[in-house]
């Protein structure tokens, strides 16, 4: 799975750095993934998400610049946390056995 990045086109300005060998591409992000903020979320399209919420996990090093980006001090600046695309899969699976309180 993870040879997508020995060339990557992950995104529309398919820069094509070899992000296994630590090349980092036009966003700043080599193999692991840089998570800004991991929380349950309220009120999330209910009609999606159901009473309980929703897991959200917002991501850092976008570079895609929208124009309307609701998120553009997180998504567009490198903050927050390095995590392997190991412990990622952890934090999925964490955020789909918490449950909601209100």
């Known amino acids: 799975m993870l ?4 060339s990557c086109k992950l995104c529309p300005r398919n820069c094509g750095v070899n992000r296994l060998k630590g090349e980092l591409g036009y966003c700043n ?3 692991n993934v840089k998570i800004a903020r991991v929380s349950l979320h309220n009120w999330e399209e209910p009609c999606i998400s159901g009473k309980n919420g929703s897991g959200t996990i ?3 090093n976008c570079n895609l610049k929208c124009v309307f980006c609701q998120n553009h001090e997180i998504s567009s600046e490198s903050i927050g946390k390095e995590v392997s695309i190991e412990r990622l899969s952890e934090i999925f699976l964490e955020q789909q056995k918490k449950e909601l309180i209100i």
């Open 3 to 6: 040879e997508v990045l020995e």
């Open 29 to 31: 992000s080599g193999k």
């Open 58 to 60: 917002f991501f850092s």
